[in-house]
């Protein structure tokens, strides 16, 4: 995903907005299962702690 893509995703879930980041989700391309079902289990079960914590590694890497 792009680095505007994963700073959007950081920002969604610091701001713990679930909707948002449910949107960011359906666009990873859908060949990438694991990924869309691990990030959406943690967004449904409210875990944005870890979305923010991936994000956040993410970006630092890019």
Excluded: C
């Excluded at 869309?36 to 890497?61: G, M, P, Y």
């Amino acid at each position: 995903m792009s680095e505007g893509w994963t700073n959007q995703l950081y920002e969604a879930a610091f701001e713990a907005n679930t909707n948002y980041v449910m949107e960011f989700l359906e666009s990873i391309p859908k060949t990438e299962t694991f990924s869309i079902q691990s990030l959406t289990k943690h967004a449904r079960e409210f875990e944005l702690e870890k979305l923010v914590d991936l994000a956040a590694t993410l970006i630092s890497n890019e």
